[in-house]
């Protein structure tokens, strides 16, 4: 089945998180029909998988509340999620998008009253909190979820699990029969905001991600200490579902590294400086934290920020960058390398890993449907090649969440400029 919508003078905003709302938002609450996308099943992206921000340790349900609040309110921007782009043509003012449109098996009558997650069964991975844990396979993708409607696991279908999805549904929400489709949209102007990945750290071969439980992510650890995460909120080893007391930092874990990342991330250092804060508050007698880096960068204000940790007495940091990681008979790791002040060899125990990932583009540059001009790094660049496809957030750079958004106004100020010019060419 093939729907066409929108117009040329419509902007087409790819990716639903911080960026994509944001850039949806500043172009619809300016007279613009915007056409909002996203591949997963709620908005939110990776903002709303943190447990803080930094450097207020703010809770990102408040950013997030309004700007969902501001969705709803504003009629001239849809919002499709579970979609993806597969092919853009056309040139700038007139584009043809195509867009695959994946089956939610729940429709518009959902209430997200949850009896239909009560009444299954089967669990699948929760890709929310990095399969750290499970979940039914009948879900709401996560308390704040926008749209606020549950989801039906396709593993499931043709099953009996299914079926007691769809008896217990009070509301006639839970269709089996959805079938995936693709939309045709009409677009003057594209806004790309599909965000950012964090780097595979099992390609880091030294430190053992893929061997070792107890060696996690700086996006795994920040789900495990959530109060709403798969622990709720205990930082607990995944090895043996111990308190986890002592935990290492390594920075630069396949960033500014020409096997792996060439460029700096920006976020790592002010993450992990962040994420000690969660060791003090989990553990303020006996929690210790260190952190391994090669420099800290923590960029302008932030600087205060990084000067509070130093002060405090359960942070250590090594100027180091780690050689290797091993693992004892306790399922312990050891950190391996040489503390540059002073040359100094360690071999030092912890509790926990975590590797500070880098980031980089969720849908790189060269992959993106159409011609876009893209850096080494895959993240797109201003180019008049581009035509009318502009980058934004961490699509177009590594970013924090606030210069994601200052990114994201910038691009949709520029699609607003060429759907302007379509509208008085065709005046």
């Not at 089945?1 to 990716?15: S, Y």
């Not at 919002?79 to 449109?101: P, Q, R, W």
Request: charged fraction near 20%.
């Amino acid at each position: 089945m093939t729907e066409h919508v929108a117009t040329n003078e419509t902007i087409l905003v790819v990716g639903g998180g911080i960026s994509g709302m944001t850039a949806a938002l500043e172009a619809a609450e300016t007279g613009k029909n915007v056409v909002l996308i996203e591949k997963n099943p709620a908005l939110g992206g990776r903002t709303s998988q943190l447990y803080r921000y930094f450097p207020k340790l703010c809770h990102p349900v408040c950013g997030l509340e309004i700007n969902t609040r501001r969705l709803k309110n504003n009629p001239r921007v849809r919002v499709m999620t579970l979609a993806e782009v597969t092919g853009i043509e056309g040139s700038t003012g007139n584009y043809t998008v195509s867009v695959k449109v994946k089956p939610r098996y729940v429709n518009e009558n959902c209430t997200a009253c949850g009896e239909c997650g009560r009444a299954v069964e089967t669990l699948v991975d929760d890709p929310f909190n990095y399969n750290l844990g499970q979940h039914k396979a009948a879900y709401l993708p996560n308390a704040m979820a926008y749209p606020q409607r549950y989801v039906i696991d396709p593993a499931i279908i043709g099953t009996a699990d299914a079926e007691r999805a769809k008896a217990a549904c009070k509301y006639g929400a839970v269709d089996l029969d959805m079938k995936e489709e693709t939309i045709q949209v009409k677009a003057g102007a594209v806004v790309w905001a599909t965000g950012w990945q964090p780097y595979d750290a099992a390609k880091i071969q030294p430190y053992g991600y893929d061997r070792f439980k107890n060696v996690i992510t700086s996006v795994e650890f920040e789900r495990l200490a959530d109060i709403h995460g798969p622990t709720g909120g205990k930082i607990l080893r995944p090895s043996d579902g111990k308190e986890a007391k002592n935990i290492a930092f390594i920075q630069c874990a396949g960033s500014r590294d020409e096997n792996h990342l060439r460029h700096c991330s920006r976020i790592c250092c002010m993450a992990s400086l962040k994420q000690t804060h969660y060791v003090r508050e989990a553990y303020p007698q006996d929690g210790k934290s260190t952190i391994y880096y090669i420099d800290i960068r923590a960029i302008d204000r932030f600087e205060d920020f990084y000067q509070k940790v130093q002060a405090d007495p359960s942070v250590t940091f090594v100027k180091s960058k780690v050689a290797k990681i091993t693992e004892d008979e306790q399922g312990n790791p050891i950190c391996w390398g040489v503390n540059t002040e002073g040359y100094k060899r360690y071999t030092t125990t912890h509790d926990l890993v975590v590797l500070a990932v880098g980031m980089e583009p969720s849908v790189k540059g060269i992959n993106i449907p159409g011609h876009i001009v893209a850096d080494s790094s895959g993240f797109i660049e201003a180019d008049p090649a581009n035509g009318a496809v502009f980058g934004a957030g961490c699509a177009s750079n590594a970013l924090d969440v606030n210069r994601a958004v200052q990114s994201a106004t910038a691009a949709a100020l520029r699609a607003i400029q060429v759907v302007n010019k379509v509208a008085k060419a065709e005046a």
